[in-house]
């Protein structure tokens, strides 16, 4: 629905029109208004704390729910299931001006690689020009890792020998 004053978020689910909005509507507090209970991560996240060189324009969550997309004026909002047991690790903050849900460095990468059919090998790190290595706990993402599939638990394994490699360690 596209009226002069409201438009649609998703079905039953409506924002004012920008010129209509006293304060700016965040897309990251829509993200996680959208479809609850959510939290930003994955690819997006990975931009977010510049763990990867490209700009990532669509918003990517992790939910308990069914997968599900959103297309609105303001944005693609993606949406991907976790069980129950792996909806975990992320805080709010605080992110031009808006208070949002999003999950820490170490459960992006979880989630990402979780998500992401296929083996996690250095040759598939290296194509994903991982970067900020600094910015990852290694002992966090292995104690995160906890309950995921084998093949994410030996992605942890990859990323801290990649990691470790840029560092020159």
């Given amino acids: 629905m596209e009226s002069g004053r409201l438009t649609s978020l998703r079905r039953g689910m409506y924002a004012l029109s920008p010129v209509y909005q006293k304060h700016f509507l965040s897309p990251l507090r829509i993200a996680n ?34 997968t599900r997309t959103f297309v609105n004026t303001h944005g693609e909002f993606f949406y991907s299931k976790v069980r129950k047991d792996l909806f975990r690790n992320f805080s709010k903050r605080e992110v031009d001006g808006a208070a949002v849900w999003i999950s820490e460095p170490e459960k992006a990468l979880l989630d990402f ?26 002992k966090k993402l292995e104690k995160y890792a906890t309950g995921f599939p084998p093949r994410v638990v030996r992605a942890v394994s990859e990323w801290k020998w990649l990691a470790g490699r840029e560092s020159g360690a």
């Fill in 33 to 66: 208004e959208l479809y609850r209970p959510s939290y930003l991560g994955g690819i997006w996240a990975l931009g977010f704390f510049d763990l990867i060189p490209e700009r990532v324009v669509g918003f990517t969550s992790i939910a308990t729910r069914v």
């Fill in 113 to 138: 690689w979780h998500l992401s059919p296929g083996k996690w090998d250095t040759g598939r790190m290296e194509e994903m020009r991982f970067q900020n290595f600094d910015a990852v706990d290694g």
